[in-house]
């Protein structure tokens, strides 16, 4: 007999976003009158920039000629895309980061789900509170949270911040084995100084956590001495693996969740103690259409022998 995943089970009532939207069109019928400002999922409301309309018809026109049609790219994407987010998000800020250490994936929110696959089971989890749903229910979905009990996971250890502190959250009592942290974040949209960011990466040096950081709404930022990376900290590349967001600030949303691209970086520092660097490519290699075995040894081809060699595996 096949049997569910009990952890789902465990989920109470229905999805934070569609209890936003039911409430919201329940108001909007009793109140139509009303202008109502959503603060729930976000979503963009403006036409595509014409930059991006002219790169989808340049690509769609690419895939129309034989010359220059692509099949399935690298698994940890095009070199030319991660050469330009290694360049333009790092180097041209003085910071480390080599185009080998970082995966393009389809989506932000994609790899913070999914990145949770990399820690064993019994894997203690520190969120903030609030938080993003996906960082808690991904971990539900696992089966490490514990039980659902008076509106918190037992196993979650959560980090408590008030408006009176200035949203500045506390180190955890309980040691983690994974800390979760969004900045600026969602859902308060703080930030968080360079002071107060390197308090945690000593944190995660000093108790041997790993934070998994989301700086999906760095392009947001505008105050000066406010960092964009967490790389910008002296010590983060030996415990933190981040996760940007490449689309949404450009309003390529309203294409679709398909429309955002997302890539982690993963530096090669760790990897004398967790192999950091090379678990994500393990698992999109072994979770993603395409070829694993050219890429096992040796220097890796180039991004058009890889789509052919998948044409013709395929």
């Given amino acids: 007999m096949t049997t569910v995943n009990g952890n789902f089970l465990k989920f109470p009532g229905v999805y934070l976003f569609q209890e936003i939207a039911h409430q919201v069109a329940a108001f909007k019928k009793t109140a139509p009158e009303k202008r109502v400002i959503s603060l ?13 309309i002219r790169a989808l018809h340049s690509a769609v026109d690419e895939m129309g000629n034989a010359a220059t049609f692509r099949g399935y790219g690298p ?15 790092y180097q041209d800020r003085g910071i480390k980061v080599d185009a080998s250490e970082i995966f393009v994936s389809d989506g932000a929110k994609s790899d913070v789900g999914s990145i949770q696959e990399l ?34 996971w037992s196993n979650i250890v959560y980090i408590h911040w008030q408006n009176q502190n200035g949203f500045v959250s ?5 040691r983690p084995d994974v800390i979760y942290l ?19 990466v000593d944190y995660a040096r000093r108790e041997g956590s790993v934070i998994l950081y989301d700086s999906a709404y760095e392009a947001y930022i505008t105050e000066p001495g406010v960092p964009h990376s967490i790389y910008e900290i002296e010590g983060a590349r030996e415990v933190a693996i981040e996760v940007l967001l490449r689309g949404g600030a450009g309003g390529t949303e309203d294409l ?17 103690r967790y192999e950091v660097q090379r678990l994500p490519l393990y698992r999109a290699a072994r979770c993603r259409s395409g070829v694993f075995r050219r890429r096992q040894a040796g220097n ?15």
Wanted: aromatic share 6%; glycine share 10%.
């Fill in 40 to 52: 729930g999922i976000g979503d963009v409301t403006q036409p595509l920039a014409p930059a991006v």
């Fill in 75 to 89: 698994e940890q994407g095009y070199a030319f895309l991660r050469e330009a987010i290694a360049k333009n998000d």
């Fill in 119 to 152: 820690c064993s089971n019994d894997a203690v989890i520190a969120v903030t509170d609030p938080v993003y749903p996906v960082y808690v229910d991904s971990n539900v979905i696992a089966g490490r949270a514990g039980d659902y009990v008076n509106g918190k």
């Fill in 170 to 174: 506390e180190f955890p009592k309980v």
């Fill in 182 to 200: 969004c900045y600026p974040n969602n859902p308060t949209g703080t930030v968080l100084t360079r002071d107060a960011l390197k308090a945690w």
């Fill in 256 to 272: 679709g969740r398909q429309g955002r691209s997302g890539c982690s970086e993963a530096p090669l520092e760790p990897q004398k």
């Fill in 300 to 314: 890796p081809p180039d991004d058009r022998d890889l789509s052919e060699q998948r044409r013709g595996d395929a």
